[in-house]
């Protein structure tokens, strides 16, 4: 590991943006499903950019729009069911968040939560694999967050303008994006033995998890899992 | 642009929930100190993460993803590049849905 002396400079945001262009086109796809779901129950484009920038959640998003029914807009309990959902859905994002904490927490507070208002999964799992590779410029962050963010806008609007271009993601297997990026990270991040057994708690939590109860609760969990075994298997002299 | 008014409250209210998962955690670690345990604690949690959104779609052992995911492993050994595995897992689960 290298010295930590965080910095944030427009140098860092570039090679985060130029990094994260691997998995611009997954998330401009994404976006493009969700516009046109968007469309199919009437959001207009306004509607549907404003939800796309605010929310900023392609799964919370498909649930949401899902819940308003053919040009409805829910009130009273409906609204509550989707806020529960969306807070499920991105629990993750505490995790995530909490994991940055060391790096981004030395940034300006403008640049910290500026990044993390925008921070999306390959965003996040980029970026921490650059910060174990040596990167201690913050601003990689931002720019490989911007480099999803962007698109993502992209994607949603091309998709409530045309109507039926990509009607089923699943038949185009981009719903598998997500699950192809984390095997293929993960593969490139084990590495010794402390990580093998990160590896077996968090997988045999997420299995139990997803046995007993499936949904978005089993990411939160494995992620807690190789947390704690980490933190209880840490030996002092055992830096790389 | 027409936005309708009374899409604007749930709009904000998402928003918020949304920013709160998001900024949270961050916030939260500000009143505890990151002893080098806790930070291989939180360096951990990437990879747990994504055993955590793997397992459940190969435990469900459906054909196609298994096949995609067993195709990325072997493209990661040989060329240990992220996106080119990635995308291969994608058209491989495309490829295997319409034909099996």
């Not at chain 1, 930590?4 to 997954?26: D, E």
Request: glycine letters at 12%; charged letters at 10%.
């Amino acid at each position: 590991m290298t010295s930590h002396q965080t910095v944030f400079t427009v140098a860092g945001m570039r090679r985060g943006f130029i990094a994260a262009q691997s998995f611009g086109i997954g998330v401009f796809l994404y976006g493009l499903a969700f516009g046109l779901l968007a469309r199919e129950v009437n959001l207009s484009i306004m509607e549907a950019m404003l939800m796309s920038g605010v929310v900023y959640s392609g799964s919370a998003q498909i649930a949401a729009v899902s819940s308003f029914g053919k040009g409805q807009i829910p009130g009273g309990g409906a609204v509550f069911a989707i806020l529960l959902t969306i807070l499920m859905l991105n629990a993750r994002y505490l995790l995530y968040g909490a994991a940055l904490r060391p790096w981004l927490g030395q940034a300006s507070g403008w640049q910290a939560y500026g990044s993390l208002a925008i921070l999306g999964d390959g965003n996040w799992l980029l970026s921490m694999k650059a910060r174990e590779a040596g990167e201690n410029d913050a601003g990689y962050v931002l720019g490989s967050g911007l480099a999803g963010f962007l698109p993502w806008m992209g994607g949603t609007l091309v998709g409530v303008w045309t109507a039926s271009l990509l009607s089923n993601p699943a038949a185009l297997g981009m719903d598998f994006m997500l699950v192809a990026f984390s095997a293929a990270m993960g593969v490139s991040m084990l590495r010794g033995k402390g990580d093998f057994a990160i590896l077996l708690s968090a997988a045999f939590v997420a299995y139990a998890a997803d046995r007993l109860f499936p949904g978005p609760w089993t990411i939160v969990l494995a992620g807690l899992a190789g947390a704690v075994t980490a933190f209880l298997r840490y030996r002092p002299e055992s830096t790389s | 642009m027409m936005v309708r008014p009374e899409f604007l409250p749930i709009l904000i209210l998402m928003g918020l929930v949304s920013f709160f998962c998001r900024a949270g955690g961050f916030w939260l670690m500000r009143f505890v100190t990151v002893t080098p345990r806790l930070e291989s604690a939180l360096k951990a949690t990437p990879l747990a993460v994504m055993i955590g959104i793997v397992v459940p779609v190969a435990a469900r052992g459906s054909l196609p993803e298994i096949i995609a995911l067993i195709a990325i492993v072997i493209v990661m050994r040989f060329a240990n590049n992220d996106l080119m595995a990635a995308f291969t897992g994608v058209g491989v689960v495309a490829v295997a849905r319409y034909l099996l």
